[in-house]
């Protein structure tokens, strides 16, 4: 009994802390989402975000960064995962250590530097808004697809990829069979660590083109037009877009998890 009390009075500040930061929030949130400005309950702030066409824009223009910069980081940081855990070079920790240093230095310069190299390339960054938001979306979250996959792929047991190559397996076969399987946890880690971010980070958009087409800036626009009830709705609708994809790609990481096992 004493050891149950003490868990529960441990647990104390952790309620409270949700309660506080996470609950209460939240429920100022709905409050707002579904009411007007004489504080009546109404469904109109959410029928009006699914007939707006400029707020529908603004969310499938926000999908189509997000999802084309998920897919390039993809495509980037897959083979160099691979290679950095796959090779027997002694100081690969150290070519890891690359990535990573630039996550050290603030956010606005590197944004900046970024914005100067595409000036030299490009001339008028207004005339690509699309293509300098993916090249400053992948530059900023590259490194968050890159470590979780190689994380996996480092710890994977290379005796099986030996038993494949043992049973007549190819390099390509062992590699499609064995090592992209277990290393889809990986994979939809950095999947969920890039595309959600990717959807709202509206300050690289700005810093790049003096953009604000993007959800996240939607909402500042909204708040900043003291139009907290719109703005709430569309934070909560936002809300709920993230929380389904969270449970959709963590069911497909669990799946992934379960081949590993299988084959293990």
Same mark, same amino acid.
């Given at each position: 009994?004493?050891?149950? *009390?003490?868990?529960? @009075?441990?647990?104390? %500040?952790?309620?409270l802390?949700? $309660?506080?930061?996470?609950?209460? %929030?939240?429920?100022?949130?709905?409050?707002?989402?579904?009411t007007?400005? /004489?504080? /009546?309950?109404?469904?109109?702030?959410?029928?009006? *975000?699914?007939?707006?066409?400029?707020?529908?824009?603004t &969310?499938?223009?926000? *999908?189509?960064?997000?999802?084309?910069?998920?897919?390039?980081? &993809?495509? $980037?940081?897959? %083979?160099?995962a691979?290679?950095?855990a796959?090779?027997?070079?002694?100081?690969?920790?150290s070519v890891l250590?690359?990535?990573?240093?630039?996550?050290?230095?603030?956010?606005?310069?590197?944004?900046?530097? &970024?914005k100067?190299?595409?000036s &030299?390339?490009?001339?008028?960054?207004? +005339?690509?808004?699309?293509?300098?938001?993916?090249?400053g #979306?992948?530059y900023?979250?590259?490194?968050?697809m890159?470590?979780p996959?190689?994380?996996?792929?480092?710890?994977?047991?290379?005796s099986?990829?030996?038993a494949?190559?043992?049973?007549?397996? @190819?390099s390509?076969?062992?590699?499609?069979?064995?090592? $992209?399987? =277990?290393? #889809?946890?990986g994979?939809?880690?950095?999947?969920? #660590?890039?595309?959600? %971010?990717? +959807?709202?980070?509206?300050?690289?958009l700005?810093?790049?083109?003096n953009?604000?087409?993007? #959800?996240?800036?939607?909402?500042g626009?909204?708040?900043?037009?003291?139009?907290?009830?719109?703005?709430?709705?569309?934070?909560?609708?936002?809300?709920?877009?993230?929380?389904?994809?969270?449970?959709?790609?963590?069911?497909?990481?669990?799946?992934?998890? /379960?081949?590993?096992?299988?084959? =293990?």
């Amino acid at each position: 009994m004493t050891s149950s *009390f003490s868990r529960k @009075t441990l647990g104390i %500040p952790y309620l409270l802390f949700m $309660l506080i930061f996470i609950a209460a %929030p939240l429920a100022v949130l709905f409050y707002y989402a579904f009411t007007n400005g /004489q504080g /009546q309950f109404t469904a109109d702030n959410f029928i009006s *975000f699914f007939t707006n066409p400029n707020t529908l824009g603004t &969310l499938f223009y926000s *999908f189509g960064i997000a999802i084309v910069t998920t897919v390039l980081c &993809l495509l $980037l940081a897959y %083979p160099t995962a691979y290679f950095l855990a796959k090779s027997k070079f002694s100081r690969k920790a150290s070519v890891l250590m690359l990535f990573i240093v630039p996550m050290w230095i603030n956010f606005s310069l590197r944004l900046t530097a &970024l914005k100067e190299v595409l000036s &030299l390339i490009e001339g008028n960054l207004a +005339m690509y808004p699309f293509l300098n938001s993916v090249i400053g #979306m992948t530059y900023d979250f590259l490194p968050f697809m890159i470590l979780p996959i190689y994380n996996t792929i480092s710890k994977l047991d290379s005796s099986l990829l030996e038993a494949a190559n043992d049973l007549g397996a @190819t390099s390509s076969q062992a590699f499609f069979k064995i090592t $992209l399987p =277990l290393s #889809m946890p990986g994979v939809i880690s950095g999947i969920m #660590m890039v595309f959600l %971010p990717s +959807m709202t980070n509206y300050v690289v958009l700005d810093m790049l083109y003096n953009s604000t087409y993007i #959800m996240g800036s939607l909402i500042g626009s909204y708040f900043s037009a003291y139009n907290w009830h719109g703005g709430s709705m569309i934070a909560l609708i936002l809300l709920g877009i993230i929380c389904l994809f969270t449970l959709l790609t963590d069911k497909d990481g669990s799946g992934a998890e /379960q081949r590993g096992g299988a084959l =293990l």
